[in-house]
């Protein structure tokens, strides 16, 4: 919290390259958020650095009550689901039917010889992309980020039984869709 | 290297109730580096799957977003500093035209009801009398703060 109180005090006494550096610290948890819940790359671009326009201009109303990248990341969070409601997107959708290395796995390619780590990760890819936009950004900011379950519930306002059980579900989903090439008979 | 730690709360959700702690079991022990029971296949399963998730590779931001966020940041800042002033200035323009104006129809009023007041009957001798101990009052005044200039002290009270 210390380093999130010199960091921030830096920036809002202006300090050449402090802001830069706020943005690069946290720059990979906004992308991965925002990237996760809206799906578009070039959207998920303009949107994490809208969300930085409104770190800079809102700075000065940090209390430092939870960590900066908590904050941040709330603040993504809000900005994503914004543009989601917009779109009228729902939030827990999945998008059964889209995948098409999943279809691939329904031809009955004998597709298991072949499955090396790269192919597994684009496999994984291509069913994280089925997973609703929550449940991808849950399993990132988990598996990938390394959040807490406690983390994620402040910056989502979802209870953390909320975010277990899209987790568990999730999990489950992938599982069930990657046994054949995780080397397990289903 | 994981921060993953804390009870293992069954989720909200009956549903997937009993699948939370095993998952989590299997996590815990991938992220501890535990190779699971050779006889537990989905605990196998799950650990691999966990492996894959930790490396799971997204498309990138710019090599240059931090310095395109930061150059967008302090636009927007003089943006914003720009419309302060001409908020200020506008504020400045509306109060330089309103205040005389103001002052003007104030005075304007005041010597409407004094006239009014000089021709009633009583009201010429009251506004008279006012005028008089208006101009006394000034003149007791002005005597003091010149004696206060002047370093005359003020009279002796009866103690000294």
Known sequence: MSDDRELVQAVLAGRPGAFERLVREHQTLCWHIVLKLVRDPEEARDLCQDTFLRVHRSLHQYRFDSALRTWIGRVAYSIALRRLERKRLALDCDTEGEDSAYARIESGEDVQAEVAQAQLAALLRAQMRTLSPIQSMLITLYHLDELTIPEIAAMTDLPSGTIKSHLARARARLRERLAPHLGEPQ | ?160
């Open chain 2, 1 to 160: 290297m994981s921060t993953h730690t804390g009870p293992d709360h069954a989720p909200s959700d009956d549903t997937h109730a009993m699948d939370w702690p095993r998952q989590e079991r299997a996590f815990r022990a991938w992220r501890d580096g535990e190779a699971p029971p050779s006889d537990d296949a989905d605990a196998r399963t799950l650990q691999q799957l966990y492996a894959a998730l930790a490396e799971e590779t997204l498309p990138a931001l710019p090599a240059d977003f931090a310095a395109n966020t930061v150059a967008a940041a302090e636009r927007a800042a003089r943006a914003r500093r720009s419309v302060a002033r001409f908020r200020r200035a506008l504020l400045a323009i509306a109060a330089l035209c309103y205040l005389p104006a103001m002052l003007a129809a104030a005075a304007t009023l005041a010597a409407d009801a004094l006239s009014a007041l000089w021709h009633q009957e009583t009201g010429g001798a009251a506004l008279s009398w006012t005028a008089t101990l208006t101009v006394l009052a000034a003149l007791s005044w002005g005597i003091d703060a010149l004696r206060t200039r002047n370093g005359e002290r003020d009279r002796p009270t009866l103690r000294s």
